[in-house]
């Protein structure tokens, strides 16, 4: 079909293809209805619709998110723990329905069921488009429940709570922002209850220092950051001190010769363990050299 050499059908087909796709059957429209300014004043920004209202086809509930915070040793040795979660599950009751009693469930009379009513509007002449939006009557459930015969256990929700367990298996090293996916433990619909549950993402939060033992360790990356206190002696002719990490392991820090306040030395690999692509960290002792009166005395 050339519709190129005439202006009018050109601005039909392209308003057409444009939004809906079918260029071709409007400008047949077009020729069958001979209603050139019909089109002249159609709006393009009719395109634009409240997606807040649309209905959504889906295959099981959305994802449930919650946060589990761990202590610095957690992070540093990984967890193989139970875990409790506060879901939304079908009423036990009632199985969903809402009601008290089969007989007091009924299909909507709004919607016929559907769950959505349809709005068919003209876009071009002898064009129409059906949107489909949630039913305000039912809620989208496509279901009535007769007054005052809602069930007690749910209170006409149709879900109800309960506590569940999940296993948590997380690695050593693991840091703040790790996700893991656990599926099926989410809860159900509050809509459709007859979607399977949603899955449950649960995020680790991991502390960015801890005290532990009089020492206060912080995490940079994957490497252990402690400031450890030294007497001037051992500033001037070096240390050996065994370091007791908040996973309970040892590192011996030894340094030979002068050591200068806030100097930094490192133990490689002495951090937290190699997760999810990040290597392996260190363990970084800064310097602070104690001087106390006795040794001011014995300078001056």
């Known amino acids: 079909m050339n519709v190129l050499l005439n202006p009018e059908k050109r601005e039909v087909y392209d308003k057409a293809q444009f939004l809906t796709g079918m260029g071709e059957e409007a400008v047949r429209t077009f020729e069958s209805h001979k209603q050139p300014e019909a089109y002249k004043n159609f709006d393009l920004s009719q395109k634009n619709i409240d997606p807040t ?27 193989f723990q139970k875990q409790e ?48 939006y949630v039913c305000d009557y039912c809620s989208g459930t496509g279901k009535h429940i007769d007054h005052d015969h809602t069930c007690d256990v749910c209170n006409g929700t149709g879900l109800e709570a309960k506590k569940d ?36 993402q649960v995020t680790i939060q991991c502390p960015q220092e801890e005290l532990f033992n009089g020492i206060v360790f912080s995490r940079q990356d994957q490497n252990i950051i402690a400031r450890i206190n030294i007497t001037l002696v051992e500033a001037l002719h070096g240390f050996n001190k065994s370091i007791t ?28 363990s190699t997760f999810e692509g990040r290597q392996i960290g260190n363990f970084i002792m800064i310097a602070n050299v104690v001087i106390t009166d006795e040794d001011r005395t014995s300078f001056m």
């Not at 840091?175 to 809860?187: A, L, N, R, V």
Request: some cysteine.
């Open 53 to 79: 209202k649309m209905v959504r086809h889906k295959e099981k509930a959305e994802t449930k998110e919650m946060e589990v915070n761990l202590t610095f040793q957690q992070c540093m040795t990984g967890i």
């Open 85 to 132: 979660v506060d879901r939304r599950v079908r009423c036990s009751h009632c199985k969903g329905t809402g009601a008290d009693k089969h007989e007091h469930h009924h299909t909507c009379k709004y919607c016929n069921g559907r769950g959505k009513w349809a709005d068919i509007a003209e876009i071009l002449p002898g064009i129409t488009k059906e949107k489909n």
């Open 165 to 200: 367990e999940i296993l948590m298996i997380i690695k050593a090293g693991v840091f703040s922002g790790y996700k893991h996916t656990y599926e099926d433990m989410g809860d159900f619909d509050e809509i459709d209850h007859k979607l399977p549950s949603g899955d449950l």
């Open 245 to 272: 990490l908040p996973d309970g392991h040892d590192v011996l820090v030894t340094k030979q010769g002068i050591t200068q306040n806030n100097e930094e030395i490192q133990i490689a690999e002495a951090g937290f």
